[in-house]
Nanobody
Framework: QVQLVESGGGLVQPGGSLRLSCAASGFTFSNYAMMWVRQAPGKGLEWVSV????????SYADSVEGQFTISRDNAKNMLYLQIHSLRPADTALYYC??????????????????????????WGQGTLVIVSS
């Protein structure tokens, strides 16, 4: 079955850390670039980080630069998002999503423009992160 399954979310105090995981199955994970996207309550989608199929050229939204670290383990079919110094503004449903290409920079609008999302062919169900004291 072709799917992405996120895990690792939860309730965390401000200043805490989490590592989100995304398990891929049913396709050749190492062939595809990946993205983490979040959706805060009552708000739209916000891309937070991307990475190419070989783990190269990671990139971050300005809002999370220096706070989030994306990585992948192609041998284990896993994508990760390490988050430090969590703030209430980071409260959101976090999704991992698969590009239709190995190099997301093939698409000039990626990763920054909303039109980039049309190149994401597979999404997970999301994992909820709540940052609160």
């Amino acid at each position: 079955q072709v799917q992405l399954v996120e895990s690792g979310g939860g309730l965390v105090q401000p200043g805490g850390s989490l590592r989100l995981s995304c398990a891929a199955s049913g396709f050749t994970f190492s062939n595809y670039a990946m993205m983490w996207v979040r959706q805060a309550p009552g708000k739209g989608l916000e891309w937070v980080s991307v990475i190419n199929s070989d783990g190269g050229r990671p990139s971050y939204a300005d809002s999370v630069e220096g706070q989030f670290t994306i990585s992948r383990d192609n041998a284990k079919n896993m994508l990760y998002l390490q988050i430090h110094s969590l703030r209430p503004a980071d409260t959101a449903l976090y999704y991992c999503a698969k590009f239709s290409t190995h190099d997301l920079y093939d698409y000039p609008e990626c990763p920054s423009l909303p039109s980039c999302y049309r190149h994401l062919g597979l999404w997970g169900q999301g994992t909820l992160v709540i940052v609160s004291s």
